[in-house]
């Protein structure tokens, strides 16, 4: 589920559409949880589907550390990337503001946490030397976004959370744990699949 403060809206042709902040979302504040709406899809079931619906799943899903393809029941699935995203995945099942939202604002993702079956060339940014998406950028970049979690997560039980019922009590305490020691306990690294077939 999407944070309650979020609604969709046009970017532009080349975009499409994208979320965005209706009121001030401090950084720390769980942006997107997965809850029982959302569709958690076994490989072999999205396999067998007709190539319109596979083809939707996988444009607008995640695939998680076991391989299932996670789809959002609600406008979750148009948060789009930026290589200097605002959020980011946590390895709880959620996704975490890196830095504070002003209204208006878009929020963004970092891709290269998804798990993406195929690298994909991104709109250039300032000051960014990267150009793809590639799912071993969570093997490169970990320890970096380590650090940004880190940072959220001393904010986490300071500020508001919307979706903290939809966080299970272990991963709030952990997150809560992290922030305050500064020290990881579940690693982004963890949120990689590896396909070993």
Not at 19 to 29: L, M, Q, Y
Not at 86 to 108: H, K, V
Request: proline share 5%; with cysteine.
């Amino acid at each position: 589920m999407i944070h309650p403060d979020t609604e969709l809206r046009y970017v532009n042709d080349e975009i499409g559409f994208g979320v965005f902040a209706t009121k001030f979302i401090p950084k720390g504040t769980i942006v997107w949880a997965l809850d029982e709406l959302d569709q958690v899809l076994d490989p072999s079931f999205v396999e067998s589907l007709d190539n319109e619906r596979k083809n939707q799943v996988k444009k607008y899903s995640y695939i998680d550390n076991k391989g299932r393809y996670v789809l959002s029941w609600d406008i979750g699935q148009y948060v789009n990337h930026s290589f200097k995203a605002n959020c980011i995945s946590t390895p709880y099942d959620s996704e975490i503001a890196i830095r504070d939202i002003q209204p208006g604002t878009q929020l963004t993702d970092e891709y290269g946490c998804l798990n993406l079956e195929e690298p994909f060339a991104c709109i250039p940014e300032e000051g960014i030397e990267r150009t793809y998406v590639r799912k071993e950028d969570l093997l490169e970049y970990y320890k970096e976004w380590d650090q940004l979690l880190l940072d959220a997560y001393q904010s986490f039980d300071k500020v508001e959370q919307p979706l903290g019922f939809l966080i299970p009590t272990a991963y709030r305490k952990k997150m809560t744990l992290s922030g305050k020691k500064r020290q990881v306990i579940d690693s982004i690294k963890t949120l990689y699949f590896e396909d070993r077939q």
